[in-house]
Nanobody, 123 residues
């Protein structure tokens, strides 16, 4: 059984910053062998890819909508992984989810998901 737990969500203002965490655990889960990916889902919209990081941390990839503003980092000696959100825009509020799997941007490719953490923008 693999468990992913996100945290760090909360109210932010446009232009602000936030750091989300995703902690992974499981008896047979070897953290460093999994690509860790962030998705987000806004009310009434489909869950969309945000960014991913390879098992070693050497490779990252981001959706165009967040490129240059969001950064994913990991330290396999520590676990969790982080999603750094900077220069937040009105289009960024959503529930953010982490997922563990392979190198894919498709949500259907992931079997392991966290429960998500909300990132609403304050008015």
């Amino acid at each position: 059984q693999v468990q992913l737990v996100e945290s760090g969500g909360g109210l932010v203002q446009a232009g602000g910053s936030l750091r989300l965490s995703c902690a992974a655990s499981g008896r047979t889960f070897t953290f460093s062998t999994y690509v860790m990916t962030w998705f987000r889902q806004a009310p009434g919209k489909e869950r969309e890819f945000v960014g991913r990081i390879s098992g070693s941390g050497a490779l990252t990839d981001y959706a165009d909508s967040v490129k240059g503003r969001f950064t994913i980092s990991r330290d396999n000696a520590e676990n969790p992984i982080y999603l750094h959100l900077n220069k937040l825009k009105p289009g960024d509020p959503a529930r953010y989810y982490c997922a563990a799997g392979g190198w894919s941007t498709a949500r259907e490719a992931y079997n392991y998901w966290g429960q998500g953490t909300p990132v609403p923008l304050s008015s």
